[in-house]
């Protein structure tokens, strides 16, 4: 049975960091992209950052690209979210998913699996 589960989600100010780390098991994680995804209050989930399976390739969207990284060490079968210069807008559930794509997936309908989901709240 495939898991993922995230952790690392908190309060924090406008301006700080958050390192958000998902754990899987059941599935061999080298062979998965993995991506993270968020949603925000009466807003549909949004893709967020992705990362192939070797972790040679990464991509982000427009609104955090340079401010967050994506990451993954794939003997500890974790996928990692740096975020730095943290926003308001950023507030939101942030979820990992593991998809069998190749290359990076961005669309949700591109992922098998999903992790429950950790809260990142940025104050003004």
């Known amino acids: 049975q495939v898991q993922l589960v995230e952790s690392g989600g908190g309060l924090v100010q406008a301006g700080g960091s958050l390192r958000l780390s998902c754990v899987a098991s059941?599935?061999?994680?080298?062979?998965?992209?993995m991506g993270w995804f968020r949603q925000a209050p009466g807003k549909e989930r949004e893709f967020v950052a992705a990362?192939?399976?070797?972790?040679?390739?990464?991509d982000y969207a427009d609104s955090v690209k340079g401010r967050f990284t994506i990451s993954r060490d794939n003997a500890k079968n974790t996928v990692y979210l740096q975020m730095n210069s943290l926003k308001p807008e950023d507030t939101a559930v942030y979820y990992c998913?593991?998809?069998?794509?190749?290359?990076?997936?961005?669309?949700?309908?591109?992922?098998?699996?999903w992790g429950q989901g950790t809260q990142v709240t940025v104050s003004s």
């Open positions: 998913a593991a998809s069998q794509t190749y290359g990076l997936a961005y669309e949700e309908r591109r992922y098998n699996n």
């Open positions: 059941g599935l061999t994680f080298n062979r998965y992209a």
């Open positions: 990362i192939k399976w070797t972790g040679g390739s990464t």
